[in-house]
C-alpha cells in the first residue's frame, strides 16, 4: 500500500460517561452528545477522502453497565435509525452493520436491517456502525461457517466476518486517553496504524482528526517487511 492511503479508519468513540460526568449530567447526555460530534465529523471524513468509517458504538461488554445507561444507549439508536437516516441518504452514505443479534431488541434489528437496505447502492462513504460487537466473538462465529463449509482458513474465516465487504483498518482512533483497543475489529486490524488522544470523544474535534489524518500520511507502513 502506498503511503498515506488512508481508506479504512476505525473510531473507538471513548470518553462520553466522563464527559457528561465532568458537564454534571447523566451518562445518557455524554453518548448524545457523542452522537452530534460524530455526525458533525462525518463531513470531514468524506473531505479527507476517506471511504470507511467504522465506530465502536456498544460492545458485547457494555450489556454489563447500569440498565438505565443500556435502555438510554438503545432508545438513542432508536432516535437516530428513525430520524436521522434521510440525512446519511442525502450525503449518500451507506450504513453497515458490525455485530451480533444476540441480545438486541427486535424493533432495532429491523431498523438496522433497514438503514443497510435503504442505503446500500450509495457510493459516498460507508458507515459502519459496530454495535452488540466483539472481536472474539465475531472471529468465532465466522469460524464456525467456515468450518461448515469444509476449511478453516485465513481466506474462510475473512469470507465469513460480519459484513465481510469491508475492508482491513488502516487507522485506528482512540479517544480520551485510554491505550488499548478492547476487543475492536481485531481481524481487520492487523497491520492498523494507532493514534491515542486524550481529547473525550464529544469534544474531539474535526482540525484533531485532521491533524491526526496528516501524522498518519507521514509514517511509513512495512507490512511486516
Known amino acids: 500500500m502506498a503511503k498515506g ?5 476505525g473510531i ?14 447523566p451518562a445518557i447526555e ?22 470507511t468509517v467504522s465506530v465502536y458504538a456498544f460492545s458485547t461488554e457494555n450489556w454489563n453497565r447500569s440498565h438505565e445507561e443500556v435502555e438510554g444507549i438503545m432508545g438513542l439508536l432508536r432516535w437516530v435509525m428513525k430520524n436521522e437516516l434521510n440525512d446519511l441518504i442525502k450525503e449518500g452514505i451507506r450504513v453497515r452493520w458490525i455485530g451480533s443479534e444476540d441480545r438486541v431488541p427486535k424493533d432495532i ?7 443497510e437496505e435503504k442505503t446500500k447502492d450509495l ?4 458507515l459502519a456502525i459496530c454495535f452488540n460487537y466483539g472481536g472474539h466473538q465475531e472471529i468465532v462465529d465466522a469460524a464456525n461457517k467456515a468450518a461448515e463449509s469444509g476449511e478453516i482458513s485465513q481466506e474462510t474465516i475473512t469470507k465469513n466476518l460480519y459484513a465481510p465487504d469491508i475492508a482491513p483498518m488502516d487507522l485506528l482512533i482512540r479517544t480520551s ?3 488499548r483497543i478492547s476487543n475492536f475489529m481485531l481481524w481487520r486490524m492487523e497491520y492498523a496504524e494507532l493514534h491515542f488522544t486524550d481529547t473525550l470523544w464529544p469534544d474531539f474535534s474535526r482540525q484533531e482528526l485532521r491533524d491526526i489524518v496528516n501524522d498518519y500520511h507521514g509514517r511509513s507502513r512495512r507490512f511486516g517487511a
Open 5 to 9: 492511503d488512508l481508506k479504512h479508519l
Open 12 to 25: 473507538i468513540m471513548d470518553g462520553n460517561r466522563r464527559w457528561a460526568k465532568k458537564a454534571g449530567k
Open 30 to 51: 455524554g453518548h448524545r452528545q457523542g452522537y452530534k460530534n460524530l455526525k458533525d465529523l462525518l463531513s470531514a471524513v468524506k473531505d479527507l477522502d476517506i471511504d
Open 109 to 115: 434489528i429491523a431498523l438496522m436491517r433497514n438503514a
Open 123 to 126: 457510493t459516498e462513504g460507508t
Open 177 to 179: 486517553g485510554e491505550k
